[in-house]
């Protein structure tokens, strides 16, 4: 799809051209990055289990109630809520999606950047040693990302590409691209797998990553761990309401969601079954993962392989192209709004909000070390809090609300029949909608008080 198409409301080429682009959008550092650090500060294998049970029962519903959103109203965000239902407050989700997504992109690209620069490292052979220990690389990690005017640089190609790419429409382009580039990464990705999970000492952490320690069960891990769910599924900002509104009327909604969520709980998964392996080889703790915990062990696994300069270079390439794939769906629901509704062009979206969001990532870029303030109050950390778990929770459990109770399930559900003729789910799903995804959501929220007093 290009921009011409994105402007005249096109459709996708094909299903799978879709399930490419709203794969693209899912998998990312969301995966790679926030997922094994989600574990490590969650009790580990208590966590990854409530994460799957959480993707399955209510990331699952909410996609394909985002995607059926998106085709039947043909709209942006706030547009959609409109056409389902004219002059009613309903519309405020939609807004709320636009501003989560600035702020999202704002911290993320500050780790992209991040990633970015740690292919350059890998390339330039920082990583080519053998004997390379878990203390060096966290030496690095913190000498780098301590470094304002290289972090603050280096956020800015990742905004100043994904503006490029949204503004000049060669979407087209990228999606040619991640086709190939994304098996890739799951390949190379099953490589490092299999490596860790070989290394001398891996049991241990195979045990803290895969053996539920139920006593670590709380409302906090839960809260964590659906709000895990959203993030990685690019749910609850209308990032799928807006890829929806591409789908044509002849595909499979829910075989789509199914494949979406599927293929992005698979990377997450093997992306712990590298890190925690790893860390027990190199007799590091678990539990104390940080914004840097991949920065600091991918490097130790790719001293311990054959190519392993020629790996780690690729890994950190095909990283940095998975999140831009998610950039640029961060920057897309902005964008389409003001095309949509207030008639700007392209290119003035892109640019304008891409320049807000720069402005918005310096504090973030600031808060590992580069900055004495933004550090101790750990601005990407919060950011990544307020607008990661509990803004896409909030956005997820008006979108629930708003097809359960306002469009109706039974309205919705002649949307996904075009194309899922038989629906057979169509009961489970509705439960999860109107019943089970908003009662964990009101409950996780009610959670949000205890760990911000402490
Ligand atoms: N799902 C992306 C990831 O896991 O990296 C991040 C993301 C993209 C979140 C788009 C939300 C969104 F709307």
Redesign the pocket.
Request: cysteine-free.
């Given at each position: 799809m290009d921009s011409q198409d994105m402007s005249l409301r096109g459709s996708w080429g094909s299903k799978a051209a879709f399930i490419f682009a709203a794969s693209g959008?899912?998998?990312?550092?969301?995966?790679i990055w926030?997922f094994p650090m989600m574990v490590s500060q969650n009790g580990g294998a208590v966590f990854v289990l409530v994460y799957v049970i959480a993707v399955i029962l209510i990331g699952f519903p909410v996609m394909l109630a985002e995607l059926t959103i998106g085709r039947h109203a043909q709209k942006n965000p706030v547009g959609a809520f409109e056409h389902i239902k004219p002059r009613t407050p309903w519309k405020l989700t939609g807004f709320l999606g636009i501003i989560t997504?600035v702020f999202?992109l704002s911290f993320?690209s500050v780790v992209a950047g991040w990633t970015v620069g740690y292919l350059y490292k890998t390339a330039s052979g920082a990583f080519n040693n053998k004997d390379i220990t878990a203390q060096l690389t966290d030496k690095i990690f913190t000498e780098f990302s301590a470094n304002p005017f290289l972090v603050i640089v280096l956020a800015l190609i990742i905004i100043g590409l994904t503006t490029y790419i949204i503004s000049k429409g060669v979407k087209k382009g990228i999606e040619r691209w991640t086709k190939v580039l994304m098996p890739i990464l799951f390949i190379l990705i099953i490589v490092l797998a299999v490596r860790a999970l070989t290394l001398p000492g891996a049991e241990k952490g195979i045990a803290f990553y895969l053996r539920p320690d139920f006593s670590k069960l709380s409302g906090t891990v839960v809260l964590f761990a659906l709000g895990q769910a959203f993030?990685?599924?690019?749910?609850?900002?209308?990032?799928m309401i807006t890829y929806g509104s591409y789908i044509s009327k002849s595909d499979n909604l829910v075989s789509s969601a199914g494949w979406v969520s599927f293929s992005?709980t698979l990377i997450a998964l093997l992306a712990g079954l590298i890190i925690f392996p790893t860390l027990a080889f190199a007799h590091q703790p678990f539990n104390v993962g940080s914004e840097g915990l991949v920065f600091k062990v991918f490097p130790l696994i790719f001293s311990q392989i054959p190519g392993g300069y020629f790996f780690g270079t690729f890994f950190f390439a095909l990283l940095s192209v998975?999140?831009i794939t998610?950039t640029i769906?961060?920057l897309e629901?902005p964008v389409s709004y003001f095309v949509d509704e207030k008639n700007w062009s392209r290119k003035k979206a892109a640019l304008i909000i891409g320049l807000f969001s720069l402005g918005l990532a310096i504090p973030s870029a600031l808060s590992t070390g580069g900055m004495e303030f933004f550090t101790k109050i750990k601005f990407l950390g919060a950011l990544n809090f307020i607008f990661?778990n509990i803004a896409?929770a909030v956005g997820s459990l008006f979108i629930c609300l708003f097809v359960g109770y306002a469009w109706k399930v039974k309205k919705a559900a002649q949307e996904v029949y075009s194309g899922n003729p038989l629906f057979k789910i169509r009961p489970l799903w509705s439960f999860s909608i109107k019943y089970l995804a908003p009662v964990a959501i009101i409950f996780i929220l009610i959670f949000i008080k205890k760990i911000v007093s402490g």
């Open positions: 959008s899912a998998i990312g550092l969301g995966n926030r997504g999202i993320y993030f990685s599924l690019s749910l609850g900002m209308g990032t992005d998975a999140a998610s769906s961060l629901v990661g896409l």
